[in-house]
């Protein structure tokens, strides 16, 4: 194995592998990055037990040489410390040969290292995955779907398929669904597949899919998705992404998302984010986290908060209030994550009583929901 | 107490003095922000046993009415809550009330909050200190000052009177100086003082100095000192900075600085610290994180560094060299530390043998110096 790369290539190359990297020690080989050069480029691969993140820097890229490749080959290099290598070398170019016992120099500038790696032999295979469940979507869309659906699931590794986003493909409307039983959230959106293709009950964890949408950063243009009795992949045409699916059935949610509503708001998001966010400077050392509205026929949401040893607010937003006058009681934070993943200026919410869940939407579309369940407070 | 304040001039001063606010519940009331209206502009003041810092907000700045006064008096708030409260206010001005049970109501835009306040009068009076020993210099001199030296104290607490900087004034001259034993820093300069001052031994612990720098921040012009026993005081027009003093005597370190050396070399100061936190990549899961210098006669820094299970690097700094060629070992987290106090471009170091301490000084000013003791290696 040797080879020239691009220094600037291998850092951005490097730090998206090393999101999957392990940091457990259980399985050692795991802590290091399998790196291939082979006649198209250098591919770099991370993983652990729940992901697996492939990279390649390809030969040339925009008439730029990246990668000169002399002898093809494969070697695993410790992960932590090859990325901070890697970052810190002085030119503008790597120099990178393996000898037959592992070690590795790397030579850049006036620095040479020589670090010890391991047989890539040892190293996990990639799953290999039928492509019959396949669709297709803009990476951009992709990662809102994930920002505005991956902050509801349940935090708790005991909730089982609840830690997990629920991803379902009928007609072409590809739906997310989070919950912690507490919050809901869904999104949907159209995407490029077969018109018979159908997909249920996939569940593929939070933590993935935090992890998916640092990986694809800025990326612009499509993603192709396959999906596999127990694995999902996301592809570029840089990139490969791997993330195990959860076991087990996902809840029937639709039931529990009302459709009529007794009082109606719209109002400003951004008035209202800021609102919550104040009032939860006082409720959020108490249990529960709680804060309440009240409904004002005259066109005001009263957002109120109180905590005996602290103090209270109290604080007026304007908004169109149409149907009966009520106040409600809920978790702040819950109201803020749902606020934050809205990106439309006005937001409606559509309440059906004190005590039953209430559905956060933007006010100029369908496309995605957010529920609230009350706290019964005095 | 009744007053309104520019919202932005408070969020500034509350920033500044939540530093010193103590986080532990020990003694209730030093967890609160103690706040004064007078005439003159509101004063805050937090405190906990190690420094006090006291902010002023004038009643106007640059032709602006930053406060304006309608009835005098103190309240002492709760200062976590009250400082994310002042940054999330939505408007530009806040309106300021207390009754006579300590509660303070405050008002911006269409937010109210109501705070239980405590009696300032079981708020700690500051620090009286006699102004006989003073003198004046200015807060960038200051600033760097204790860049330059506060890294080297111990931060061990049973290293004592170790874990502070030692200030000296003599003949107008103004000395830092700091050592945990294996290395020590000094830096000297000409301050605006008595010519009959003469200070000796006052200890300042290394953690108030580092809260004095990021006090100070970008602060212009020039700041007083006043010394007493067992107080020291930093004064600007709009701030107070108090902290307690060590007790013991500080070692006498002149006679562990050598005059005379063995080898010399001179060469680029951010060359020189690239290499070494190259090399401390390898260096650095080792015990003592340990690296060695080869002094090369014609005119070469080899930096090397080797550990077991990882593997080593190489690598070479050009540098004037005079003197016997010799190789020397040393904690690459120690050196780093030194050369990135020095300011310089280019740096001298004075060698005086394998197994005795080496002076780093900048290559143009004799002001500064760091001393390192090398380590033994086989």
Known sequence: MKFRVSRSALVEAVSQVSKAVSQKTTIPILTGIKTTVDEKGLWLTGSNSDLTIQVQVPVMADDKELVHVEIIGSVVLPGRIFGDIV???????????????????????????????????????????????????????????????????????????????????????LTFVATDSIRLSRRQAEVEAPADLAIENVIVPGKSLSELAKTLGDQEGFVDVIVSENQIMIRTERLLFFSRLL??????????????????IVTSTKDLLQ??????????????????????????????????????????????????????????????????????????????????????????????????VPIRTR
């Open 247 to 264: 076991e087990g059935t996902y809840p029937d949610t639709n039931r529990v998302i009302p459709t009529g509503g007794k009082t109606e």
């Open 275 to 372: 609102s919550v966010d104040r009032a939860a400077l006082i409720s959020r050392d108490g249990r529960d986290n709680v804060i309440k509205w009240t409904l004002k026929e005259e066109g005001v949401v009263e957002v109120n908060s109180a905590a005996q040893d602290v103090g209270s607010v109290v604080e007026e937003v304007a908004a169109k209030v149409s149907g009966e006058e009520m106040g409600i009681s809920f978790n702040a934070q819950y109201m803020m994550d749902a606020l934050k993943a809205v990106d439309s200026e006005e937001i409606r919410i559509l309440f059906t009583g004190a005590m039953t869940p209430f559905v956060i939407q933007p006010a100029d579309r369908e496309d995605a929901l957010h529920l609230i």
């Open 87 to 173: 970052r810190k070398l002085p030119g503008d170019e790597v120099e990178w040969v393996v000898d037959d016992r592992w070690i590795t120099t790397l030579r850049s500038g006036q620095a040479q290292f020589e670090l010890k790696g391991l047989d890539p032999e040892e190293y996990p295979r990639l799953p290999q995955l039928r492509e019959d469940q396949k669709f297709t979507l803009p990476a951009e869309l992709l990662k809102s779907m994930i920002r505005q659906t991956g902050f509801a699931v349940s935090t708790s590794e005991a909730r089982g398929v609840l830690t997990g986003v629920l991803w379902q493909l009928k007609e072409g409307i």
